[in-house]
């Protein structure tokens, strides 16, 4: 995957048009760490400075599931068969999982240009492209984008002053390197979670804390499929692991767990399905318990009761029934089993079949971050 700082650094060299401005205020979600000469007044972030880019989220994994998720990331390179815990003659096979492979970019802005130019002329020969901004339209809009404010007349007229060619890559990646880029979009994120959570108590479930884990994500360059994982996966203690917060937000239930990951990071609504088949898209009520059953076997416990000057402590911890079912359609009490299985899977693919009800909890919680 990606890093989308690293195709933040290939964007930047476009000629920013309206559209492309737009364009990096979407790609502004985790963009890689670069230093400017633009005389503006910023501090470098330190933890840009004194931790390496191959610093992941990961590595703060709670200490009770990181080493059976390690095996299970291994095991799944390669489809391997492992031996489930608690029952060596039972076998749970985990299905191969796509090689994690990072490419760069290499657009320019002329590539971008003819792109644009040959799909207008194609679909609408009557729109001709945005003209190029003038430099204190981008320095406004470029602030609002990037850290979610605007500029100061002192930074404005030092930008007008300088007439280099690179000097809007320059901004871009000073306001990058700032801390206040972390801290705007760690609040972007926060609230496309808080929006949407079933438990929007702030004292129980504390966004504020999955917001500073995220700042300092987004501030140490850490991959954003090693962010989706954690914040899928986490256990511990809000108080001590921001990301469990994302579990914390929907009460661990796993169906609702299944409908924000499937909302937030793969674009599409399944939620309908949860009662009956989706009325106007083509996956059906069993495809969303199947994909929910990855969810399943995780709790929320209060770890510590509300004191006069502190708010309770809330964990989340492996913990509950392994295998998942969904109630019938026709009669509620009765719960039908249901295996989880990869959700809109070519029918051609090796990720179409249910997986092993076998697999442990920690197995499935870390397929389903894959």
């Known amino acids: 995957m990606i890093c989308a700082r690293t195709i933040h650094r290939t964007v930047r060299q476009f000629r920013l048009r309206e559209m492309t401005a737009r364009l990096m205020a979407s790609l502004a979600v985790g963009l890689v760490l670069a230093t400017g000469s633009v005389a503006l007044s910023f501090e470098p972030s330190p933890q840009q400075q004194e931790q390496p880019v191959g610093k992941t989220a990961q590595e703060n994994a709670r200490a009770d599931t990181g080493k059976k998720q390690t095996s299970v990331k291994n095991a799944t390179k390669q489809g391997k068969t492992v031996s489930v815990a608690g029952n060596q003659n039972e076998k749970a096979v985990i299905p191969e999982r796509p090689v994690k492979t990072v490419t760069l970019p290499i657009m320019t802005s002329a590539d971008l240009d003819r792109l644009i130019a040959q799909h207008l002329s194609k679909n609408d020969p009557k729109v001709q492209p945005a003209t190029l901004t003038t430099d204190v339209e981008f320095v406004r809009r470029i602030f609002f984008d990037v850290i979610g404010r605007p500029p100061t007349p002192d930074q404005v007229e030092s930008f007008l002053r300088d007439r280099s060619k690179e000097k809007r890559a320059r901004l871009i990646d000073l306001l990058l390197s700032s801390p206040e880029y972390g801290r705007n979009w ?107 059953a990855f969810f399943a076997g995780v709790m929320q416990k209060q770890a510590a009761p509300a004191t006069k000057d502190e708010r309770p402590v809330i964990s989340v911890v492996v913990q509950g029934p392994r295998r998942y079912s969904m109630p019938d359609m026709t009669n509620p009490a009765k719960q039908i089993p249901i295996a989880p299985r990869f959700f809109l899977a070519s029918s051609h693919s090796k990720s179409d079949v249910a997986l092993s009800g076998t697999l442990d909890i920690p197995q499935r919680r870390a397929l389903a971050a894959s």
């Open 186 to 292: 760690a609040k972007y994120w926060r609230d496309v979670v808080m929006f949407h959570a079933t438990n929007e108590n702030p004292n129980r479930v504390r966004f504020d804390a999955m917001e500073s884990w995220l700042t300092k994500q987004f501030q140490a360059n850490a991959p954003w499929d090693e962010i989706v994982s954690e914040l899928i996966t986490a256990t511990g203690r809000n108080d001590e692991n921001g990301a469990v917060v994302f579990s914390l937000a929907h009460e661990t239930r796993p169906v609702e767990m299944a409908g924000e990951v499937s909302r937030i990071f793969m674009g599409v609504q399944i939620q309908c399905a949860q009662c009956h088949d989706h009325k106007t898209d083509s996956w059906k009520r069993v495809q969303f318990h199947e994909f929910a």
